[in-house]
C-alpha cells in the first residue's frame, strides 16, 4: 500500500518552477529517498509534502486520503513528522523539554484544567513524561534529558530531532538530509539507527540525502530530481546506472 | 553545607520562612504599624505593575510576541470597574456634562465582579484584534499593537456617555486593605506561573524558539498565540482595574502608550523569559522612578540654584539608566532562569550558576 502519494504537483514562484509535474509514491514500510543536485528542489518537494507550501498544481495524498492545503499542523497530526536540514531544535530548552512539546499535539486537557493542574490534568501530563522518557531511553538519549538542547553534539542534535518527530507518534518520517556535516563512521552509525527505528516504530521513512554511500546502503527505491523534474527512480543499482543521472549528478569518471 | 542547603526540608523551612517574613511586612503596613501611605501606595502600585508585566512577559518573554498593547487592556480593566463601582448617588455629579448612559446608570456591581468582568472584556478584545493581529511577524505585530492601544484611548476619550471622556471618572471606591492587591497579584501570577509550567506553557516557549519547527509538531500556532495574548490581556485588565481602585479616578491620560513602555522596561530589566525577574524588577522600577523624583525638583546647593534640576530630569536619569543595563546586563537580571534557593546560594558563595551544558558543547 502506497502511503504517501504525489499526484502531478507542481510548484511555482512567480516565474520559478521548483518542481515540475513530480509523481511519487512511497511504500509502507519502506525507506525511499529522495536524491539531485542543489537546487533540484528536494526540499521544496518536502515542503509541499508537510504544508509548508501548497501546491500550484496537483494533490498530496497521506493513506488515500487528500491532504494538499492543509496547514503543517494539521498533516503532522495525520501522522506525518519531518526533521529539517539545518536542525531546528528548541535550543534554549531541555531535550526532554524538546520530547515533551512534540507530545503537546495530543493533548485533551485544555488550558484551564492544566494550567489549575486538575486530576485528569495531572495524570495526562504524568503519561506524558513517561511515554517521552521511555523514547528517550529507546533512543539512549535519557542520560542527557536534563541537557539544553543546543549544548549537544552534533550528532546527538540529529538524533534528537528525530526522536522530536517520533514523539508525535508519526507513521511517516520524512528526514531532510539527515547526514548532513557527519562524518563517515557518524554515518554508518545514522544509517543503522535509521533502520532500528524503521523496524521498532514500524514506521515509514522518505529521506533526502546526498551522503551516496548511505542512500545507496539503506533506500530501497530512489527517486531522482533534477530542476524540479523526476529524472529516474528505481533501485540503487538501477540509478546508479542510468545516463542521465550521472549526468545530472553522480558525475562521469574522467578516466572510465 | 551546600549538600544540606540543597535538602528538600531545608528549602522548606527557607520558603516557608520566607512566606511568613512577607505576610508579616504586609500585615505590619497594613495595619498603619510601620511605613506610611506613602509608602504604602507605592507598594500597591508595584504589586499591579508586577501583574501587568508578568502578562506581558507572557506575551513577549514566553511566546514570543512583540506586542505593545498592554496600556490598552488596562484601560478596559479600569474604565470597567470605575463605570460599573462607582455608587449610583455620586453618578450624576461625575457625569454632569454628559449624562450616563440610562442603563449603566443603573447598573452598580461589587468590585471582584466588576474586576473581573474588565479583565474578561480586556480578553475580548484581544481576541478579537488577535484575528487579524497575530498573522503579523514582531515588528508589524508591535506597530500593530501600540496603535490598537492608542485606538482604545482615544475611543475611550470620546465615548462621553459611558467614560466621561477626558474629565475621567472620580469617585471609585477604594480598598482598605493591601492585601487586595497583593492578593490579586499573588493569585494572577500563581496562575500564570502554572500556565507556563504546563504543557501549553511549553508549547508557548516553542512558538518563541522557533515557528517553524513548533508548527512541524503540531501546535497551532495561531489558536496558542491568540491564547496567550488574549490570556496577557485578560490579567492587563486586572492589573488595569486594581489602578483604578489605588487611584480612585480614572482617565483616558493614564493609559498613554508610553505607559506600556514602563513594563517593557520591567520585562526587559528583570528578563524576557522569567517571572521571578519581572517581579523583581516590578517592585524596583516602581520604587526607582519614586525616589528619582528629587531629580524634578529643583535644588539650591549653598544659596547657589543648580540648573540642572528641573522637571524632567528624572526622565533623563532613567533612560540613562536603562542604557547602562541594555549594554551591560542584555538578559536582564535573570535571563530565562528564575530565581531559586540554589541560585541564591550559588552567588553568595561566588560559585558562578553552573551552566546546564555537558561536556563538549556543539558549536552553533
Same mark, same amino acid.
Given at each position: 500500500?502506497?502511503?504517501?502519494?504525489?499526484?502531478?504537483?507542481?510548484m511555482?514562484?512567480?516565474?520559478?518552477?521548483?518542481?515540475?509535474?513530480?509523481?511519487?509514491?512511497?511504500?509502507?514500510?519502506?525507506?525511499?529517498?529522495?536524491i539531485?543536485?542543489?537546487?533540484?528542489?528536494?526540499t521544496t518537494?518536502?515542503?509541499?509534502?508537510?504544508?509548508?507550501?501548497?501546491?500550484?498544481k496537483?494533490n498530496?495524498?497521506?493513506?488515500?486520503?487528500?491532504?494538499?492545503?492543509?496547514?503543517?499542523?494539521?498533516?503532522?497530526?495525520?501522522?506525518?513528522?519531518?526533521t529539517?536540514?539545518?536542525?531546528?531544535?528548541?535550543k534554549?530548552?531541555?531535550?526532554?523539554?524538546?520530547?515533551?512539546?512534540?507530545?503537546?499535539?495530543?493533548?485533551?486537557?485544555?488550558?484551564l484544567?492544566?494550567?489549575?493542574?486538575?486530576?485528569?490534568?495531572?495524570?495526562?501530563?504524568? %503519561?506524558?513524561?513517561e511515554?517521552?522518557?521511555?523514547?528517550?531511553d529507546?533512543?539512549?538519549?535519557?542520560?542527557?534529558?536534563?541537557?539544553i538542547?543546543?549544548?549537544?553534539?552534533?550528532?546527538?542534535?540529529?538524533k534528537?530531532?528525530?526522536?522530536?518527530?517520533?514523539?508525535?507518534?508519526?507513521?511517516?518520517?520524512?528526514?531532510?538530509?539527515?547526514?548532513?556535516?557527519?562524518?563517515?563512521?557518524?554515518t554508518?552509525?545514522?544509517?543503522?539507527?535509521?533502520?532500528?527505528?524503521?523496524?521498532?516504530?514500524?514506521?515509514?521513512?522518505?529521506?533526502i540525502?546526498?551522503?551516496?554511500?548511505?542512500?545507496?546502503?539503506?533506500?530501497?527505491?530512489?527517486?531522482?530530481?533534477?530542476?524540479?523534474?523526476?529524472?529516474?527512480?528505481?533501485?540503487?543499482?538501477?540509478?546508479?546506472?542510468? %545516463?542521465?543521472?550521472?549526468?545530472?549528478?553522480?558525475?562521469?569518471?574522467?578516466?572510465? | 553545607m551546600?549538600?544540606?542547603?540543597?535538602?528538600?526540608?531545608?528549602?522548606?523551612?527557607?520558603?516557608?520562612?520566607?512566606?511568613i517574613?512577607?505576610?508579616?511586612?504586609?500585615?505590619?503596613?497594613d495595619?498603619k504599624?510601620?511605613?506610611?501611605?506613602y509608602i504604602?501606595?507605592?507598594?500597591?502600585?508595584?504589586?499591579?505593575?508586577?501583574?501587568?508585566?508578568?502578562?506581558?512577559?507572557?506575551?513577549?518573554?514566553?511566546?514570543?510576541?512583540?506586542?505593545l498593547g498592554?496600556?490598552?487592556?488596562?484601560?478596559?480593566?479600569a474604565?470597567?470597574?470605575?463605570?460599573?463601582t462607582?455608587?449610583?448617588?455620586?453618578?450624576?455629579?461625575?457625569?454632569?456634562?454628559t449624562?450616563?448612559?440610562?442603563?449603566?446608570?443603573?447598573?452598580?456591581?461589587?468590585?471582584?465582579i466588576?474586576?473581573?468582568?474588565?479583565?474578561?472584556l480586556?480578553a475580548?478584545?484581544?481576541?478579537?484584534?488577535?484575528?487579524?493581529?497575530?498573522?503579523?511577524?514582531?515588528?508589524?505585530?508591535?506597530?500593530?499593537t501600540?496603535?490598537?492601544?492608542?485606538?482604545?484611548?482615544?475611543?475611550?476619550?470620546n465615548?462621553?456617555?459611558?467614560?466621561?471622556?477626558?474629565?475621567g471618572?472620580?469617585?471609585i471606591?477604594?480598598?482598605?486593605?493591601?492585601?487586595?492587591?497583593?492578593?490579586?497579584?499573588?493569585? &494572577?501570577?500563581?496562575?500564570?506561573?502554572?500556565?507556563?509550567?504546563?504543557?501549553?506553557?511549553?508549547?508557548?516557549?516553542?512558538?518563541?524558539e522557533?515557528e517553524?519547527?513548533?508548527?512541524?509538531?503540531g501546535?497551532?500556532?495561531?489558536?496558542?498565540?491568540?491564547? &496567550?495574548?488574549?490570556?496577557?490581556?485578560?490579567?492587563?485588565?486586572?492589573?488595569?482595574?486594581?489602578?483604578?481602585t489605588?487611584?480612585?479616578?480614572v482617565?483616558?491620560?493614564?493609559?498613554?502608550?508610553?505607559?506600556t513602555?514602563?513594563?517593557?522596561?520591567?520585562?526587559?530589566?528583570?528578563?524576557?523569559?522569567?517571572?521571578?525577574?519581572?517581579i523583581?524588577?516590578?517592585?524596583?522600577?516602581?520604587?526607582?522612578?519614586?525616589?528619582?523624583?528629587?531629580?524634578?525638583?529643583?535644588?539650591?546647593?549653598?544659596?547657589?540654584?543648580?540648573?540642572?534640576?528641573?522637571?524632567?530630569?528624572?526622565?533623563?536619569?532613567? &533612560?540613562?539608566?536603562?542604557?547602562?543595563?541594555?549594554?551591560?546586563?542584555r538578559?536582564?537580571?535573570?535571563?530565562?532562569?528564575?530565581?531559586?534557593?540554589?541560585?541564591?546560594?550559588?552567588?553568595? &558563595?561566588?560559585?558562578k550558576?553552573?551552566?546546564?551544558?555537558?561536556?563538549?558543547?556543539?558549536?552553533?
Amino acid at each position: 500500500m502506497s502511503v504517501l502519494k504525489i499526484n502531478n504537483v507542481t510548484m511555482q514562484f512567480g516565474g520559478v518552477t521548483a518542481v515540475n509535474n513530480l509523481n511519487i509514491e512511497v511504500q509502507e514500510g519502506r525507506i525511499e529517498a529522495l536524491i539531485g543536485p542543489n537546487g533540484a528542489g528536494k526540499t521544496t518537494a518536502f515542503n509541499v509534502i508537510t504544508g509548508v507550501y501548497s501546491p500550484t498544481k496537483g494533490n498530496v495524498f497521506y493513506k488515500n486520503e487528500n491532504i494538499t492545503g492543509l496547514t503543517p499542523d494539521k498533516i503532522t497530526k495525520k501522522g506525518i513528522a519531518r526533521t529539517f536540514q539545518n536542525i531546528r531544535l528548541f535550543k534554549n530548552l531541555t531535550v526532554l523539554e524538546n520530547i515533551l512539546i512534540a507530545n503537546h499535539l495530543r493533548i485533551n486537557s485544555n488550558f484551564l484544567s492544566s494550567t489549575l493542574r486538575m486530576p485528569w490534568s495531572n495524570k495526562e501530563e504524568r %503519561q506524558m513524561r513517561e511515554k517521552s522518557e521511555m523514547l528517550l531511553d529507546k533512543l539512549d538519549l535519557l542520560r542527557l534529558k536534563n541537557e539544553i538542547a543546543h549544548s549537544l553534539p552534533y550528532g546527538e542534535q540529529r538524533k534528537l530531532e528525530i526522536a522530536r518527530a517520533l514523539a508525535t507518534d508519526a507513521d511517516l518520517l520524512l528526514l531532510d538530509e539527515p547526514a548532513a556535516g557527519m562524518n563517515p563512521s557518524e554515518t554508518m552509525e545514522l544509517s543503522s539507527f535509521i533502520h532500528n527505528i524503521r523496524d521498532e516504530f514500524h514506521l515509514t521513512i522518505f529521506m533526502i540525502e546526498h551522503h551516496m554511500d548511505l542512500v545507496m546502503e539503506i533506500s530501497e527505491k530512489i527517486y531522482v530530481l533534477d530542476f524540479g523534474q523526476l529524472i529516474a527512480e528505481g533501485t540503487a543499482n538501477e540509478v546508479k546506472n542510468d %545516463q542521465r543521472v550521472i549526468e545530472a549528478y553522480l558525475g562521469v569518471e574522467e578516466d572510465a | 553545607m551546600m549538600d544540606k542547603l540543597n535538602n528538600k526540608n531545608n528549602k522548606l523551612i527557607l520558603n516557608i520562612l520566607l512566606i511568613i517574613i512577607f505576610a508579616s511586612i504586609i500585615i505590619l503596613l497594613d495595619t498603619k504599624k510601620i511605613g506610611d501611605a506613602y509608602i504604602r501606595r507605592i507598594l500597591n502600585l508595584s504589586a499591579i505593575y508586577a501583574i501587568v508585566s508578568v502578562s506581558m512577559n507572557l506575551v513577549n518573554g514566553f511566546t514570543g510576541l512583540f506586542s505593545l498593547g498592554q496600556a490598552g487592556f488596562m484601560a478596559i480593566g479600569a474604565y470597567t470597574v470605575a463605570i460599573f463601582t462607582v455608587p449610583l448617588a455620586a453618578r450624576a455629579k461625575i457625569f454632569y456634562i454628559t449624562p450616563q448612559n440610562p442603563v449603566l446608570a443603573q447598573i452598580e456591581l461589587p468590585f471582584v465582579i466588576a474586576l473581573i468582568l474588565g479583565g474578561l472584556l480586556a480578553a475580548l478584545v484581544a481576541l478579537l484584534i488577535g484575528l487579524p493581529v497575530l498573522r503579523l511577524k514582531s515588528d508589524y505585530l508591535a506597530i500593530a499593537t501600540l496603535g490598537f492601544s492608542e485606538i482604545i484611548r482615544i475611543v475611550f476619550t470620546n465615548i462621553k456617555s459611558i467614560t466621561d471622556g477626558a474629565l475621567g471618572i472620580k469617585n471609585i471606591p477604594t480598598m482598605p486593605t493591601m492585601w487586595v492587591f497583593f492578593g490579586i497579584a499573588i493569585i &494572577s501570577i500563581g496562575f500564570m506561573w502554572l500556565l507556563i509550567d504546563s504543557s501549553y506553557g511549553r508549547a508557548f516557549k516553542a512558538i518563541r524558539e522557533d515557528e517553524v519547527a513548533a508548527e512541524a509538531m503540531g501546535i497551532n500556532l495561531f489558536k496558542h498565540k491568540v491564547m &496567550s495574548f488574549s490570556i496577557g490581556a485578560f490579567f492587563a485588565g486586572i492589573g488595569g482595574g486594581l489602578l483604578a481602585t489605588l487611584f480612585a479616578t480614572v482617565d483616558p491620560n493614564q493609559f498613554y502608550f508610553p505607559v506600556t513602555y514602563n513594563f517593557l522596561l520591567i520585562i526587559v530589566l528583570g528578563g524576557m523569559g522569567s517571572i521571578s525577574g519581572t517581579i523583581i524588577a516590578s517592585f524596583v522600577v516602581t520604587s526607582g522612578l519614586e525616589i528619582l523624583r528629587f531629580f524634578d525638583e529643583p535644588l539650591s546647593l549653598f544659596g547657589l540654584n543648580i540648573p540642572l534640576f528641573r522637571p524632567g530630569l528624572r526622565m533623563v536619569i532613567f &533612560s540613562i539608566l536603562l542604557m547602562v543595563l541594555v549594554l551591560f546586563f542584555r538578559n536582564g537580571l535573570l535571563g530565562q532562569k528564575e530565581l531559586s534557593w540554589k541560585l541564591i546560594f550559588d552567588l553568595l &558563595s561566588g560559585k558562578k550558576p553552573r551552566k546546564k551544558t555537558g561536556e563538549g558543547g556543539a558549536a552553533q
